[in-house]
């Protein structure tokens, strides 16, 4: 009982959190988390959510919802409202906005228009690797948010840190 309180309440304070910021316009610029292990403290770098806006409104709500699933666990097949695969993230994010997507990262990369790398918006939806089977949605600034293999949570990382870019798709 306790642990689903301490959930849902975390939940609640980051979706508010991120909400209020990201409609702000305020770049979101998380502290390094740190753990204590026997007595020593050990700090982990944490990458930058700094969102840029949006150029439509569907768009800017699937980032800020995307954004507000930062921490929720990676299940294969997940398509939230707690755990997320990778396509799972980005059609969760655009029903938020009322856009439907394909529960599949490969069907979305055929979805909407393609779109250059060097004329990515915040909101296009990034693929990896050939045949396409990872999606994330690019938030600006080179960074993507994106639910990337089991044991590890939403996060946002550098595109570039990926491999095997396979190219973009703007469906708002």
Known sequence: MTTARTTLARR????????????A??????????ASTGGTTVAAVAPVAAAAPAPTGAAQVAVDTALAQIGDMYVW???????????????????AAGISLPHSS??????GAPVAKSDLQPGDLVFFYSPVS????Y?????????????K????????????????RRVA
């Open 139 to 151: 938030i600006g600034n080179g960074q993507m948010v994106h639910a990337s293999t089991a044991g």
């Open 12 to 23: 609640s304070f980051r979706t508010v959190a991120v909400a209020a910021v990201a409609g």
């Open 106 to 111: 490969r069907m979305q990369s055929t979805t």
């Open 153 to 168: 949570p939403v996060a946002v990382v550098n595109l570039d840190s990926m491999p095997s870019y396979a190219g973009a």
């Open 77 to 95: 097949g997940g398509s939230g409202p707690d755990v997320f695969d990778c396509s799972g993230l980005t059609q969760y994010a655009y029903a």
């Open 25 to 34: 316009g305020i770049a979101l610029s998380p502290l390094p988390a740190t």
């Open 134 to 137: 990872h999606v994330g949605m």
